[in-house]
């Protein structure tokens, strides 16, 4: 019923930037809070950033003050503006509900930073 799908990654030097998309269906996404995840192989997924409905955002350390969350609640999609990327953002990055739902969990889009 719900499908969520990220784009937006790629390659980028450390000091670069990325904005990250995730497209949603579902008639009730605009009461959802929804975040994005990140996970690199061997370590759990990790919450990034999150948003409510109404659009206030909360961030966690690992990104905080080089990231900006936000959504467009007519058009269905998170963003994610990610800037001053270093060599451990690279991950896979996810959306997914807070807390997630584990049926929601799409394919991501992978960010690779290199030194």
């Known amino acids: 019923q719900v499908q969520l799908v990220e784009s937006g990654g790629g390659l980028v030097q450390a000091g670069g930037s990325l904005r990250l998309s995730c497209a949603a269906s579902?008639?009730?996404?605009?009461?959802?809070?929804m975040g994005w995840y990140r996970q690199t192989p061997g370590k759990e997924r990790e919450l990034v950033a999150s948003i409510t409905g109404g659009g206030h955002p909360f961030y966690e350390d690992p990104m905080k003050g080089r990231c900006t969350i936000s959504r467009d609640n007519a058009k269905t999609t998170v963003f994610l503006q990610m800037n001053s990327l270093k060599p451990e953002d690279t991950a896979i990055y996810y959306c997914?509900?807070?807390?997630?739902?584990?049926?929601?969990w799409g394919q991501g889009t992978q960010v690779t930073v290199s030194s």
């Open positions: 997914n509900t807070r807390p997630p739902t584990e049926r929601y």
């Open positions: 579902g008639s009730l996404f605009t009461m959802y809070t």
